[in-house]
């Protein structure tokens, strides 16, 4: 079984920026693409970024290409997205999620390639 921790979140102004940690257990992180998505009230789940399991690799989608930055660090079961120039659409609950095939970022877009997904992180961002 894989738990996923995510933490960092709260209320920044437009503008700011906030970095998200996503804490996993077992010992098979390093072999696991991450991807980071989030939901915003009364919308669906998107994507947000993904990072490949070596971390030589990252993906992003357009709203938050060039904004934010996801990152890893296998030594510590951990992956980062940090957000920067933060705008009031941003605000949405942020979840971390572990890829289902070992070694693999196939389709790293969807939520179906995901798994294992964390609790969840409120992120608001006031105008």
């Known amino acids: 079984q894989v738990h996923l921790v995510e933490s960092g979140g709260g209320l920044v102004q437009a503008g700011g920026s906030l970095r998200l940690s996503c804490a996993a257990s077992?010992?098979?992180?390093?072999?696991?693409?991450m991807g980071w998505f989030r939901q915003a009230p009364g919308k669906e789940r998107e994507f947000v970024a993904a990072?490949?399991?070596?971390?030589?690799?990252?993906y992003y989608a357009d709203l938050v290409k060039g904004r934010f930055t996801i990152s890893r660090d296998n030594a510590q079961n951990t992956v980062y997205l940090q957000m920067n120039s933060l705008k009031p659409e941003d605000t949405a609950v942020y979840y971390c999620?572990?890829?289902?095939?070992?070694?693999?970022?196939?389709?790293?877009?969807?939520?179906?390639?995901?798994?294992?997904w964390g609790q969840g992180t409120q992120v608001t961002v006031s105008s």
């Open positions: 077992g010992r098979t992180f390093s072999s696991y693409a």
């Open positions: 990072i490949s399991w070596s971390g030589g690799t990252t």
């Open positions: 999620a572990r890829h289902k095939y070992y070694s693999s970022s196939y389709n790293y877009e969807s939520r179906e390639s995901y798994n294992y």
